[in-house]
């Protein structure tokens, strides 16, 4: 019984060892994601806000998915009221802020220019070390020092796991922008398709206009107009 007590006192600290050391791993910072996609009237301005800390990361990426010219005006403006990156008449962009300052950052699509048409606007936003807090981390390194009892590594293991999320982020990242320029590029056809439709009604019509006048004058060189008189 003392050797069962024993045995079963050892497992129940491997376990907690072992879930404490996934519970910090768990806390790690993530980087985050998220895309949107909006209708920008003719002659409007929409900006959108996006909450930052100190010393994290920004990366916007933006397109112009349908509207007369594909173009837009961007704005990044931080939170001191600087204008940060700034594009005119683009049809897409990428831009990344580094080092950020805390509070918000303004992020306006301008259609101003554009008195007629409405453009159909995509952007997607990543945001990194956003969680990240120093203490955390040095409370961390003081922690896992005196816990190699398990023979586990886990700088290595939280390398493989962020090597592995950053390759999946990327891969969802590079569907999304497919799925973007996929978007734009249909819309493109169609407005062609539409446009050639058009013009072969408008060419029909004309072609038929101009064989019935060929056909008039035709006639009117053979019709005799003189006057039999009896």
């Not at 996006?50 to 010393?55: E, G, L, N, P, Y």
């Not at 950052?105 to 990240?132: A, G, H, P, Q, W």
């Not at 590594?153 to 569907?175: C, F, P």
Request: net charge negative; aromatic share 10%; proline share 1%.
């Amino acid at each position: 019984m003392e050797v069962l007590r024993v045995v079963v006192l050892v497992l129940s600290v491997l376990v907690a060892l072992v879930s404490e050391r996934f519970v910090v791993l768990a806390s790690f910072s993530q980087s985050l994601d998220s895309d949107f996609t909006f209708t920008l009237p003719a002659g409007r301005k929409e900006c959108f806000f996006q909450t930052m800390r100190k010393d994290a990361s920004l990366e916007i990426e933006y397109q112009v998915l349908d509207g007369a010219g594909l173009d837009v005006d961007f704005f990044i403006t931080s939170p001191s009221a600087q204008v940060v990156f700034s594009d005119y008449h683009k049809s897409d962009g990428v831009h990344t802020v580094v080092d950020t300052e805390d509070g918000d950052y303004m992020l306006c699509f301008d259609n101003t220019f554009s008195t007629v048409s409405e453009k159909l606007v995509f952007f997607e936003l990543i945001l990194d070390n956003m969680d990240r807090d120093d203490e955390e981390v040095e409370d961390w390194k003081e922690y896992v020092q005196g816990t190699d009892v398990l023979d586990m590594k886990l700088e290595d293991i939280m390398d493989t796991i962020n090597n592995v999320k950053a390759r999946l982020g990327k891969s969802v990242h590079i569907q999304t922008v497919l799925r973007a320029f996929e978007a734009r590029d249909r819309n493109i056809q169609e407005s062609n398709f539409n446009r050639v439709n058009l013009w072969s009604v408008v060419n029909v019509i004309v072609m038929m206009v101009i064989s019935g006048i060929q056909v008039y004058l035709v006639r009117s060189l053979f019709e005799d107009k003189r006057k039999i008189r009896t």
